[in-house]
C-alpha cells in the first residue's frame, strides 16, 4: 500500500538553495545564528541572507529584498515579525521560492489576533502553492544533505557517537524544543537520523506530512512522533499501514491525557488534542508503539533499528553479576518476556566454560573469572544456537577502559550474522571506548533496566502484530 502524499516536500527538505530572510550578522540572535548554521552545517547548495540593513551577513554577500535572490532558491527561511509574513510569502511565490520554514512566533498561540494572522499565512501559502513548515517552527535538519536549519542548541549538537547501522530514525514533532531534544539525547547514544521535522502551528505542513516524506526515505528505519493532536487521525492509521508495509515502526509520544496537557497544548502551539481513548485504541489497532517519555521512545527506537526480528518472547541473560541478571530478570518478565531455563545440551556446553560457583540455567552468570578465557563470548555463541531463546541481554560493567577491545572482532561477528537480537546493559556507567566497540559492532548498549525491557517488548509486538502470540514452555 501506498499513501498519496498531501504536499510534496522535496523542495521544503531537499533544496537547491536557501534563501534567510531577516538574517543578521550577529549570531547570538535567532536570525544570526540560524544562518551560521546554515553555513556550518555542509550544505552545497547556495545561501543567500535577505536584509536590506547589510551589504553582507558572515561574509556571505546579500540582497535586500526577496525577488534578489536569483535563480535556484528553492527555500525560504523567514525570521520577521509576525504581521510581515503573509507579505513575504508572497514575494516567495512570486520569486519562485516554493518552500518556506517559519520560524516566527505570535500567531495562533497568541490568541485571536494571532488566529487571524495564522489564517492569513495559511491562506497565502495554499493559493500561492508554498509548502509552508510552521509557523512558530523552530525548523528541520536533513543530515544526508548538511541541511541544519535551526537555531536549537540540541539540533546544532554533533554526534559523539555512531552506531554501525545502515537503517537511521526519522524525528516528525509538532514541539520543536522535544523534537531537537530527541534528537541531542539520540545521538548521545549512537543512535543516526536522517531527518528532524518541527512543524510548530502547522499552517501548511503537518506532522503526518512529515511522516510522510520520512516513510519515503530508502534508510528511514524508524520513525519517533511527538504529537500534541491531530486533525485527521484517521490519516496516521493510512500511514501505519504503509510504515508496517515497509518495516517501519512509529514510536509515538501523545499529549493530553489530562485536562492541564489539554490546556498547555492549546497555548504552545494552538493544537486540541483529541480524545484519549480514540488515540488509545488507534494505537493498539495499528500497532505503533507508545513512549512516556524521551528515554523511552529511544529505547524503543534502538532496538528496533539494530536488531533484527525477534522470533518470540524468551530471553536468554548472560551476566558476570548474580544480581544484576536476577535484576534484569524480573524487569523482562514484568514487561511480558520471558527468562525460560534452558535446554540440557546448551547448559552442559556452558558448564564447561563457566565456574563451579557460575549458574548455566538462565540467568547465566558466567561470573567476572570466566572473562578471563572467553567466557562472555563463548556463551553468547551458546545462546545464539539454544533453541530455548529468542533474544540475548548481556548483562555488564563497562566502567573499565579497553573492557571489551579482545570481544571486538567476535561481538563484531555476531551482530553481522543477525541471527538473534544481541543487546547490552551496563550497570555502571560505561566509557567512551567500550561503547565504541559495541557502536562498530552494530549493538545498542543501554543503561537502564526499563530501557533494554521496553527495547525488547517493543521487538516483541512487531513480531507478534505479523504472526500472532506464540505460547512457549519453559
Not at 31 to 52: Q, S
Not at 187 to 196: D, H, S, T
Not at 338 to 344: I, N, R
Not at 370 to 384: H, K, M, P, Q, S
Request: hydrophobic residues 50%; charged residues 20%.
Amino acid at each position: 500500500m501506498s499513501v498519496v502524499p498531501a504536499i510534496d516536500l522535496t523542495r521544503l527538505f531537499e533544496p537547491r538553495g536557501i534563501a534567510v530572510v531577516g538574517a543578521s550578522p550577529e549570531i547570538g540572535k535567532i536570525r544570526g545564528r540560524i544562518f551560521a548554521a546554515l553555513k556550518a552545517g555542509g550544505f552545497a547548495g547556495r545561501l543567500v541572507p535577505v536584509n536590506p540593513n547589510y551589504a553582507e551577513v558572515q561574509g556571505v554577500p546579500a540582497v535586500a529584498r526577496i525577488g534578489a535572490v536569483g535563480e535556484g532558491i528553492d527555500l525560504a527561511i523567514i525570521a520577521i515579525p509576525a504581521e510581515h509574513v503573509a507579505g513575504a510569502l508572497n514575494e516567495c511565490a512570486a520569486a519562485g521560492i516554493g518552500a518556506a520554514v517559519v520560524l516566527s512566533s505570535g500567531f495562533a498561540e497568541i490568541g485571536p489576533r494571532g488566529i487571524a494572522l495564522q489564517a492569513e499565512i495559511e491562506r497565502t501559502a495554499r493559493s500561492r502553492g508554498v509548502a509552508l513548515l510552521g509557523p512558530n517552527s523552530v525548523g528541520f535538519l536533513n543530515m544526508a544533505l548538511g541541511i541544519k536549519a535551526t537555531f536549537s542548541p540540541g539540533g546544532l549538537a554533533a554526534p559523539t557517537r555512531r552506531i554501525r547501522n545502515a537503517r537511521q530514525v526519522a524525528i516528525a514533532s509538532q514541539s520543536g524544543g522535544i523534537g531537537f531534544a530527541l534528537y541531542n539525547r539520540g545521538i548521545a547514544r549512537g543512535l543516526a537520523f536522517n531527518l528532524v521535522a518541527t512543524t510548530g502551528n502547522e499552517a501548511g505542513v503537518t506532522v503526518l506530512d512529515a511522516l510522510d516524506y520520512a516513510l519515503g526515505l530508502p534508510d528511514t528505519g524508524a520513525v519517533v512522533l511527538f504529537i500534541e493532536g491531530l486533525r485527521d487521525a484517521a490519516r496516521l492509521r493510512d500511514l501505519s499501514v504503509y510504515a508496517a508495509s515497509r518495516g517501519v515502526p512509529l514510536i509515538v509520544a501523545k499529549l493530553g491525557r489530562s485536562a492541564a496537557a489539554a490546556r498547555a497544548a492549546l497555548s504552545h502551539t494552538g493544537a486540541l488534542v483529541g480524545d484519549e481513548a480514540e488515540y488509545a485504541a488507534l494505537f493498539a489497532e495499528t500497532g505503533i508503539l507508545r513512549g512516556e517519555d524521551q528515554d523511552d521512545l529511544l529505547d524503543l527506537a534502538a532496538a528496533r533499528v539494530t536488531c533484527p526480528p525477534i522470533a518470540g518472547r524468551r530471553v536468554g541473560i548472560i551476566t558476570i553479576s548474580g544480581g544484576g541478571g536476577v535484576w534484569l530478570a524480573d524487569r523482562l518478565e514484568a514487561d511480558g518476556l520471558l527468562v525460560p531455563e534452558l535446554d540440557q545440551a546448551t547448559q552442559d556446553e556452558l558448564r564447561a566454560i563457566i565456574p563451579s560457583y557460575g549458574t548455566p540455567v538462565n540467568p547465566v552468570d558466567i561470573t567476572a573469572q570466566a572473562l578471563e578465557v572467553g567466557g562472555r563470548v563463548r556463551a553468547i555463541d551458546a545462546l545464539l544456537r539454544s533453541p530455548m531463546v529468542d533474544a540475548i541481554a548481556v548483562v555488564a560493567s563497562l566502567a573499565d577502559i579497553g573492557h571489551l577491545e579482545q570481544e571486538r572482532d567476535d561481538l563484531a561477528r555476531f551482530a553481522a550474522n543477525r541471527l538473534k537480537p544481541i543487546l547490552f546493559y551496563s550497570y555502571t556507567v560505561p566509557t567512551l571506548d567500550n561503547l565504541a566497540v559495541l557502536d562498530d559492532a552494530g549493538i545498542a548498549c543501554y543503561t537502564t533496566l526499563g530501557g533494554i525491557a521496553r527495547g525488547l517488548a517493543g521487538l516483541v509486538r512487531a513480531t507478534e502484530r505479523k504472526t500472532g502470540p506464540k505460547a512457549f514452555i519453559g
